[in-house]
């Protein structure tokens, strides 16, 4: 069972920045496409952005394209997401997430963290 530690929310004003971080437990991390899910308040859970085992193919929402950058270290076993141009919509319990099933295609994310909150003020 992969255990994904999410850190790097907080509270942000409009147009401001965070970096969120997510560390994977195991030996197998390389082998894991991963991605970010956002749910806001009293709507379902969303797709943010996901990426490839190596790192070579990546995927946005188009809510985000452009302002969010989803990258990998997988010498440090951890996944991030760049968020620059915060919006107030943005605001959310953002989720990392595994597809523990090895270099599979279409992913299938069935690990997920505990979440960490970002809250954009305008």
């Known amino acids: 069972q992969v255990q994904l530690v999410e850190s790097g929310g907080g509270l942000v004003q409009a147009g401001g920045s965070l970096r969120l971080s997510c560390v994977a437990s195991g030996r197998s991390f390389s082998s894991y496409a991963m991605a970010w899910y956002r749910q806001a308040p009293g709507k379902e859970r969303q797709f943010v952005a996901d990426i490839s085992w190596s790192g070579g193919n990546t995927r946005y929402a188009d809510s985000v394209k452009g302002r969010f950058t989803i990258s990998r270290d997988n010498a440090k076993n951890t996944v991030y997401l760049r968020m620059n141009s915060l919006k107030p919509e943005d605001t959310a319990v953002y989720y990392c997430?595994?597809?523990?099933?090895?270099?599979?295609?279409?992913?299938?994310?069935?690990?997920w963290g505990q979440g960490t909150q970002v809250t954009v003020s305008s």
């Open positions: 997430a595994a597809d523990t099933g090895g270099w599979r295609i279409p992913y299938e994310f069935d690990s």
